[in-house]
């Protein structure tokens, strides 16, 4: 039986968006999972074999993280070193070399959000004639000038915003750059992909001038894109290797479930036997520590919108359980750290939520519309916020900004108008017509040249 490995990005997003994937090829491939020695409990809870890894990507500025992990002294003086040996790069190299020959895959996928992989493993997935493509967990990354980044909550058609944002995503790009060529004495990320472009003798043909919000991309390698084409702005995606597949999104996904939230669970239900009972879930999911203070806030101003109402809220987040804030709770509001997201969602009438792609597929697949408040400090959920407003598949709010009577009035208007579960439903069918699209196009897979 052939092998197929994933490459995964160290995010509990990025395993979740491959699981349905995997499971698919499990019939007829050896699967296997490699990526940070960290979710290795839980890829084999979900019935997949996980290859653990201890390096980390090159080029992404990861230095820092490392020398940190290794308790070293006088950080910026390793990482300065780090950068003109391109420790990272030897490292991943070594160990990707390990793991060729420890499974000798027949197919290797590669998280496109870590993409310099392509680079260190390119020379030993030809010479071994490994069949090779992209998984991309997220919407097309490539930025356009005259479409809405990724990044940001432009919609089609506001060109006025558009050119903003991209105009705000290169410059603070550029800013990036020139903090690292002026830090690192010119060893910036850019540097060193080049360098390992050059080392690895990768033909100029893969090479792309196109530019992602984070990476690099490469021409001719397939990327499969876990999403509908219907679901992202019309001419996103200009590239042919790049194919749209569905959601994917895995339904038989072993859930991580807080003991509170068992204990609860009674409680929860018998409030909702009543008929008029709405349940309305919250999910933040781990909120990037600068954003933490704001939703804290927010959740307070979230609570207050729900008081006094026949409404049933369950709140899930790491940033804000066991908050002293939130010790006294009206009799309708339960917060906790995991709650079992797919079970809770077949009961909810709305979510609220973070924009996470994967919060967003496994809203569409239960039929419930959204209300998305996307922290500022992330790299996608700006942009995948902006789809589900753009597609009427529910609204966005400021999670700054709305106050308790505007959060209510938005949640109003979700609970009692038709069009959103209705276009909802629609793309769910729309995404059943991608259903064998990605083995159709897996099979195609060839060696590089």
């Known amino acids: 039986m052939q092998t197929v490995v994933f490459l995964l990005y160290h995010g509990m997003g990025h395993i979740n968006a491959c699981l349905r994937i995997a499971r698919t090829l499990k019939s007829n491939y050896n699967v296997i999972f490699a990526g940070a020695e960290y979710f290795t409990t839980y890829v084999e809870g979900q019935g997949i074999m996980f290859y653990p890894l201890k390096t980390v990507p090159f080029g992404m500025d990861f230095e820092s993280w490392v020398n940190k992990k290794e308790k070293r002294n ?4 390793h990482v300065l070193k780090d950068r003109f040996t391109n420790r990272l790069f030897t490292l991943r190299k070594a160990e990707l070399k390990q793991l060729l020959h420890d499974v000798e895959p027949d197919y290797v996928l590669i998280d496109s959000y870590q993409s310099t992989d392509f ?3 390119y020379p030993y997935l030809k010479k ?9 967990t997220m919407p097309p990354t490539v930025v356009h000038h005259d479409s809405p980044p990724l990044t940001s909550l432009a919609l089609p058609g506001n060109n006025k915003e558009i050119k903003r944002a991209v105009r705000k995503f290169f410059f603070n790009k550029a800013v990036r750059q020139l903090r690292q060529k002026l830090l690192y004495f010119g060893r910036d990320d ?5 360098q390992g472009l050059k080392e690895h003798n990768i033909p100029s043909p893969y090479q792309s001038s196109e530019v992602p919000i984070r990476g690099i991309t490469f021409h001719f390698v397939p990327e499969f894109i876990l999403i509908p084409k219907q679901f992202d702005f019309d001419k996103n995606n ?7 597949v569905g959601f994917m999104t895995c339904q038989q996904r072993i859930e991580l479930i807080e003991k509170e939230y068992v204990q609860a669970r009674e409680d929860i239900q018998t409030k909702l036997a009543d008929t008029n009972a709405i349940l309305i879930y919250c999910s933040f999911g781990s909120v990037e520590s600068e954003d933490a203070r704001h939703t804290l806030q927010f959740i307070e101003r979230l609570i207050e919108s729900v008081i006094n109402t026949d409404y049933v809220l369950i709140i899930s987040s790491h940033s804000i359980h066991r908050v002293s804030n939130f010790n006294k709770l009206p009799g309708n509001v339960y917060i906790f750290k995991a709650v079992p997201q797919l079970e809770i969602l077949t009961r909810a009438s709305l979510f609220i939520m973070h924009g996470g792609l994967n919060s967003i597929k496994e809203s569409i697949n239960a039929g419930v519309p959204m209300l998305a408040y996307p922290p500022k400090a992330t790299a996608d959920m700006m942009g995948c916020s902006a789809r589900v407003a753009f597609h009427k598949l529910g609204m966005i ?8 009577v505007q959060i209510a009035d938005k949640i109003n208007e979700l609970l009692t108008n038709k069009i959103y579960k209705e276009n909802i439903l629609a793309l769910r069918e729309i995404d059943k017509q991608y259903s064998d699209t990605f083995t159709t196009l897996f099979k195609k897979l060839q060696p590089l040249q």
């Not at 071994?128 to 991309?136: C, E, N, R, Y």
């Not at 200009?238 to 749209?244: F, P, T």
């Not at 709010?397 to 308790?404: K, R, V």
């Open 128 to 136: 071994l004639q490994v069949k090779t493509a992209f998984i991309q």
């Open 74 to 77: 006088l950080n910026y003086i």
């Open 397 to 404: 709010g400021s999670l700054q900004h709305d106050n308790a």
């Open 238 to 244: 200009r590239a042919s290797h790049r194919h749209y």
């Open 190 to 194: 850019n540097k060193l992909i080049r």
């Open 119 to 121: 680079i260190v493993l």
